[in-house]
Nanobody, 112 residues
Framework: QLQASGGGLVQAGGSLSLSCAAS????????MGWYRQAPGKQRELVAT???????NVADSVKGRFTISKDNAKNTVYLQMKSLKPEDTAVYYC????????WGQGTLVTVSS
């Protein structure tokens, strides 16, 4: 089970930190990622962390988003800064590629 939290309403240029708690300790053994789905668009992968913790982010969020994980807490984090209205979406975490059941996600709304 994946429980994302930390979303909210923020003005453009602001910051938010998201957390995703997994019920499985397998987080430490698999690649995890943050995905997002904007209204009317397909879900896209924006950041990944390998099983060893190596991060990677999509070009659209490079320099603004940072992914990390805490294996002891079975939790994956996404720190977001310099947010833009186009970052508005529901954010989810899952394995990469996605294999676990999707959680509810957390809504991030960036106002201009």
């Amino acid at each position: 089970q994946l429980q994302a939290s930390g979303g909210g309403l923020v003005q453009a240029g602001g910051s938010l930190s998201l957390s995703c708690a997994a019920s499985s300790s397998a987080v430490r053994f698999v690649a995890m990622g943050w995905y997002r789905q904007a209204p009317g668009k397909q879900r896209e992968l924006v950041a990944t962390t390998s099983s060893g913790g190596t991060p990677n982010v999509a070009d659209s969020v490079k320099g603004r988003f940072t992914i990390s994980k805490d294996n002891a807490k079975n939790t994956v984090y996404l720190q977001m800064k310099s947010l833009k209205p186009e970052d508005t979406a529901v954010y989810y975490c899952n394995t990469v590629p996605s294999r676990w059941v999707w959680g509810q996600g957390t809504l991030v709304t960036v106002s201009s």
